[in-house]
C-alpha cells in the first residue's frame, strides 16, 4: 500500500471564499473592499433566505452573519445552515450583548461573535483566526494519515484474520468522516485509492476462508448474518429482558458512525462489527438474520417460505416474521411474545407511530426500515438524488440528516423508553460501483448488478469470484451446471452486448450483492438505555 506525500502534492491555491449575510451589506462595502484586498473572496446577500439558497449552491469556508435582520433572524438562519453543513464556521454579529442571545447562539456552534460597530480590521482578524486555527487543524490530520497509511501498510502486509480486517476498516471509515468534517477533497481520494488496495486484498480473504465459515465454527471466524439472532437477541430474552432487533436495510458502517452520536445521550452503545452473508442482498442475507439458517438451510428446510427468484426479490422476504418464530422456537424462547413490522412506505411509519404503545408489553419488538436502502438506490433512478449523493461522502451527509428527524430514531429511543435493550444492525452494506466487468451468460442467468446465478456463468476472475459449487457458501444448488458470480472491489457487471449503454446508466451507483469490505463489514450495535 502506497503512502500518499501531502506535503510533495502539487497545489493550486484558492482563495478562500467568505459569505456576507447583513440586511444592510451595501453600507459595508468598505469591509468587504478591505476582505478582498487580503486575498479573501467576498459575496454579499442581503437576506437569509438568499444565503441559504447560496450555502446549498456553492462552497463557502466562512460566513458573517448579522443577528438582527428583519424577516427570517440571524439565529433562524444560523440554525439551518448548521442543518446543512454542520462544520461551516460562523461568526454571528450582533448589537445586543444580551447573555441570553450569546447562549443561544453559542449552543448552536458559532465560532465567534463581534459586537456592532466593527471595523474592517476586526472583521479581517476574526476570519483569520479561524482560517489559520483550521490550516493547523487540517494540517495535523493530513500528517496523522500519512503516518496511519505507512501504519496500515505495515499492518497488512501478513496473513489477517477477520479482527484485523475489522480495524483496518473501522479506521478507514473514522477517517472518511474526518476528512469529511475537513473538506479535504484531494486527500479523500488517496483515501479511496487506498480503498480499492484495501479491497482487492480483503477480496481474496473472503475467497479463502468463506466456505470454512459456512462449515462452522474453527479458527478465527467472523458473527455471520444467521449468528445475530442467537448471539444478540435470544441471551436477553432467555434472561427475561425485553429487547428490539432493529434492522435497518442496506445501511454501511461508516454511515452507522453517522447515526450513532445522535443516540449517545441516550444509550449506551457498543459497536461491534457482523458479517454479511454472501450475496450481500436483502433477500438473502435479511433472511438469514431472521431464520438464523443460510439460505440452503432455509430452502431444505422451510421450502414454503424460499423461492430464489430471478428479476423481482420482494416476495423472497414476505416470511420473516414466521422465521423469526421459529427460530426462537429452535433456541428454546419460543413462548416469547413477538411484535414484527416492516415500515417502507410514509404511510407504514404513520401506522407504526399510532401503534408502538402497544408493543409495550411485547418480549421481542423486530423493525424493519428499509428508506437507506430505497434512498440509496434511489440515486441511480432520479437525477436529484444523484445529485445529492454523487459519492459516499454526499450520501452520509444527506443520510445523517435524514436520520436526526426519522422515523428509525424515533423508534430506537422509543424502544429505549419501553426499557427495552436495542440491537440495531442492517442485512448489507452497498459499494459505489466505478469499473465495468464483463460477463458471459445465456438468458436463464439472474439479472443483478453485483451478483449473479445461472448456468455456466463466466466472468473474469480478477473481477469477480466464480463459484460452481454453491452448497460451499451455504446456497441452494439447483443443478449441476448452476453458477455464481460475486463482483470483486468496485466491479459491477455487464453484457457484451449494449455494454456502452449500462456502463452509462451503472457507474457511479451505489449497489451491493458482491465481496467488498463496505457490503461485508456490517454494523452490529448493543444500546441500552442510559
Avoid at 452503545?269 to 450475496?279: F, G, W
Wanted: glycine share 8%; with cysteine.
Amino acid at each position: 500500500m502506497a503512502a500518499f506525500c501531502w506535503e510533495g502534492a502539487a497545489m493550486v491555491a484558492r482563495r478562500q471564499r467568505i459569505l456576507w449575510v447583513d440586511d444592510e451589506i451595501d453600507m459595508l462595502r468598505p469591509h468587504m473592499l478591505y476582505l478582498e484586498g487580503k486575498g479573501y473572496q467576498v459575496t454579499p446577500v442581503a437576506n437569509g433566505h438568499d444565503a441559504l439558497e447560496l450555502v446549498d449552491q456553492e462552497t463557502f469556508d466562512l460566513v458573517l452573519l448579522d443577528e438582527m435582520m428583519p424577516g427570517m433572524g440571524g439565529l433562524t438562519v444560523l440554525a439551518a445552515i448548521k442543518e446543512r453543513q454542520p462544520n461551516l464556521p460562523v461568526v454571528m454579529i450582533t448589537k445586543s450583548e444580551e447573555e441570553n442571545l450569546m447562549d443561544q447562539a453559542l449552543g448552536r456552534k458559532i465560532s465567534d461573535y463581534l459586537i456592532k460597530p466593527v471595523n474592517p480590521s476586526q472583521i479581517f482578524l476574526a476570519c483569520k483566526k479561524i482560517f489559520e486555527a483550521r490550516d493547523l487543524e487540517r494540517g495535523t490530520a493530513v500528517r496523522e494519515y500519512v503516518r496511519e497509511l505507512d501504519r496500515g501498510r505495515l499492518g497488512l502486509s501478513g496473513r489477517l484474520g477477520w479482527s484485523d480486517w475489522v480495524r483496518a476498516y473501522l479506521r478507514a471509515a473514522r477517517w472518511e468522516l474526518e476528512l469529511d468534517a475537513l473538506g479535504e477533497g484531494e486527500l479523500r481520494e488517496a483515501h479511496h485509492a487506498q480503498l480499492v488496495t484495501l479491497n482487492r486484498q480483503f477480496g481474496r480473504f473472503v475467497a479463502d476462508g468463506y466456505a470454512d465459515w459456512v462449515a462452522g465454527p474453527g479458527g478465527e471466524r467472523p458473527p455471520l448474518s444467521p449468528e445475530i439472532v442467537a448471539a444478540r437477541v435470544v441471551p436477553p430474552l432467555a434472561e427475561g429482558k425485553r429487547v428490539a432487533l432493529i434492522v435497518i436495510d442496506c445501511l454501511r458502517m461508516d454511515q452507522w458512525l453517522v447515526f450513532e452520536p445522535l443516540l449517545a445521550g441516550e444509550f449506551r452503545i457498543q459497536t461491534e462489527a457482523a458479517c454479511a452473508i454472501l450475496p450481500t442482498a436483502t433477500p438473502y442475507a435479511r433472511n438469514a438474520i431472521f431464520s438464523g439458517l443460510f439460505p440452503a438451510e432455509i430452502a431444505a428446510r422451510y421450502p414454503q417460505f424460499w423461492q430464489e427468484v430471478q428479476e423481482h426479490e420482494t416476495g423472497l422476504n414476505r416470511f420473516e416474521r414466521e422465521l423469526l418464530v421459529k427460530l426462537l422456537e429452535r433456541q428454546g424462547v419460543g413462548a416469547k411474545r413477538v411484535q414484527y413490522a416492516k415500515v417502507v412506505s410514509r404511510q407504514d411509519a404513520e401506522d407504526f407511530r399510532r401503534r408502538v404503545g402497544s408493543y409495550a408489553d411485547s418480549d421481542l419488538v423486530a423493525l424493519v426500515f428499509t428508506f437507506v436502502d430505497t434512498f440509496t438506490h434511489g440515486r441511480s433512478r432520479d437525477a436529484i438524488v444523484a445529485e445529492f449523493a454523487q459519492d459516499a461522502s454526499g450520501l452520509r451527509a444527506h443520510l445523517g440528516t435524514w436520520f436526526e428527524r426519522s422515523i428509525v430514531r424515533d423508534a430506537i429511543r422509543e424502544m429505549g423508553r419501553q426499557g427495552r435493550r436495542v440491537i440495531v444492525t442492517t442485512d448489507h452494506g452497498n459499494i459505489q460501483v466505478r469499473r465495468p466487468a464483463r460477463v458471459r451468460a445465456d438468458r436463464r442467468a439472474s439479472s443483478g448488478t453485483r451478483f449473479k446465478f445461472g448456468p455456466a456463468l463466466r466472468g473474469d476472475s480478477e473481477q469477480a469470484l466464480v463459484l460452481e459449487t454453491p452448497e460451499h457458501f451455504g446456497l441452494p444448488g439447483g443443478g449441476l451446471m448452476k453458477t455464481y458470480l460475486f463482483a470483486r472491489e468496485d466491479f459491477f457487471f455487464v453484457y457484451p452486448t449494449q455494454q456502452h449503454t449500462y456502463e452509462r446508466i451503472l457507474r457511479d451507483s451505489f449497489q451491493h450483492g458482491g465481496i467488498s469490505l463496505e457490503e461485508m463489514i456490517v454494523p452490529l450495535a448493543t444500546l441500552d438505555p442510559a
